[in-house]
């Protein structure tokens, strides 16, 4: 474990991945309001240590970081024992490695948060602890009834479609990532029950914005983008008509925000968190964005459905926007294009001018 000084003695927001893609623009938005911040990663993602970078040039007085893996128990708990609000982002983030690996997916996902809490618990006056989970706890909603309607899917219930998936949906785990995050979801809540501490759970869909290293298995907004600048091919898998609702990570971190200004009132409850039925977009939807972006058709090739995968996900997040007091959520297009213009500055590219926005 290899530490940063500047924060001995206080009480950081201990952020776990906060070297990645939500974590550092989270650390950023806290650390520029005045909090102190430990970031808690391991720097094996490809791209964070640049992210880690970036955060200690700008916050040099408010960002300290620890490099440890969360399976170092010890590490882990040390970094917790003196944090004043934990927001738990680190995980085995892929479907494909958690069939490949289900034991590292396990003593990741639900073995260090069980940690973390552990370490929380046995503080006098525990603080509080916000979750990442994911909608993958909904399982793949083969139950319900979906239409083609031209290069998406949507579903035929008139409800789902108006407003999405809520959190009233009964869960159901499938594959082992589902498995883990979905048993770690539930740990989260109950130690609110059986423990008070206080905590929160948060169901995203997919997260897209600057600082995103997209790659094939996690991060498709960014990894469609980085391959269509680079103008190398992209596989889809499926037909590219399954739909999710989109998020930018402004609103995320606002959402992450929200939370721990407001953990006394939504201690032990989960929300869902998400871009809506307004920001519900198809992969084909996308990809014709990014060819109108970067101006040249898309290499693109087509392979089998992959486990788990859902034909339509859009989450139902009234009762976040309302509980959290979130603001509307930026339209996918314009955050597309934000993102486009942050991936093609970062890798020295150049969008055609009539791509740019003014």
Request: one cysteine or more; proline letters at 6%; glycine letters at 10%.
């Amino acid at each position: 474990m290899t530490a940063h000084p500047a924060l001995t003695g206080r009480q950081p927001v201990l952020i776990t991945g906060g070297a990645g893609f939500i974590g550092a623009n989270l650390a950023d938005a806290l650390a520029a309001e005045g909090r102190d911040v430990l970031i808690y990663d391991a720097l094996l993602r490809p791209g964070v240590e640049g992210n880690l970078a970036w955060l200690k040039a700008r916050h040099p007085q408010r960002i300290s970081a620890v490099t440890a893996d969360v399976r170092d128990a010890a590490s882990l708990s040390a970094a917790a024992a003196e944090a004043s609000a934990v927001v738990h982002l680190a995980a085995q983030v892929a479907v494909t490695t958690s069939l490949e690996d289900p034991g590292t997916d396990f003593s990741v996902n639900l073995g260090a948060t069980l940690t973390l809490l552990e370490a929380l618990r046995r503080r006098p006056a525990p603080p509080p602890l916000v979750f990442a989970s994911t909608n993958k706890v909904y399982g793949d909603l083969a139950d319900l009834e979906f239409r083609l309607a031209g290069d998406a899917y949507a579903p035929t219930d008139p409800g789902i479609l108006a407003h999405g998936i809520g959190e009233g949906r009964s869960l159901d785990f499938h594959t082992p990532y589902g498995c883990s995050k979905g048993a770690a979801d539930q740990y989260v809540l109950d130690y609110a029950r059986s423990f008070a501490v206080p905590t929160c759970v948060l169901r995203m869909s997919c997260i897209y914005g600057p600082r995103q290293m997209g790659t094939e298995d996690q991060g498709w907004v960014a990894h469609f983008l980085i391959r269509a600048l680079e103008g190398r091919p992209i596989t889809i898998y499926g037909d590219g008509c399954q739909v999710r609702d989109v998020l930018d990570v402004g609103d995320a971190v606002a959402a992450y925000r929200a939370v721990l200004a407001r953990i006394g009132r939504v201690t032990g409850r989960a929300f869902n968190l998400g871009g809506g039925p307004a920001n519900a977009v198809s992969l084909r939807q996308v990809l014709a964005a990014i060819e109108g972006l970067v101006g040249h058709p898309l290499d693109l090739a087509f392979e089998g459905w992959r486990a788990g995968d859902q034909r339509y996900y859009v989450s139902d997040a009234r009762r976040a926007t309302a509980e959290l007091g979130l603001p509307p959520p930026l339209p996918w297009r314009r955050g597309l294009t934000r993102l486009a213009d942050w991936l093609a500055e970062s890798r020295g590219l150049r969008l055609p001018a009539r791509a740019v926005p003014a």
